[in-house]
């Protein structure tokens, strides 16, 4: 039987509560990858695979937590934006 992750154990409505507020929070505000799995539809390990391969998000980290600034993390995204698939090999 498979450990539950802490977004496992959230509602609907607690992911709702999060997402609004992350897009009403500070752009200097820091998230964790929970929040960040969330508002930007990624896995949790997709976040540890890109903290471990170094082409992810600029990430702080607190004793044993990971946050992410909410301006690095839209920035990211927004240059990672592609017109069309075949943009991904290119």
Do not use: H
């Not at 009403?24 to 960040?36: C, G, H, I, R, S």
């Amino acid at each position: 039987m498979s450990r539950l992750t802490k977004l496992d154990r959230m509602t609907v409505e607690q992911k709702t509560a999060e997402a609004i507020n992350f897009w009403a929070a500070d752009n200097n505000a820091t998230f964790t990858p929970e929040v960040l799995s969330i508002v930007f539809k990624k896995s949790l390990p997709w976040f540890q695979l890109k903290r471990c391969t170094g082409d992810g998000i600029p990430f702080y980290k607190e004793g044993r937590t990971i946050l992410y600034k909410k301006e690095d993390a839209i920035n990211y995204f927004s240059a990672n934006k592609f017109e069309s698939t075949s943009q991904l090999t290119a």
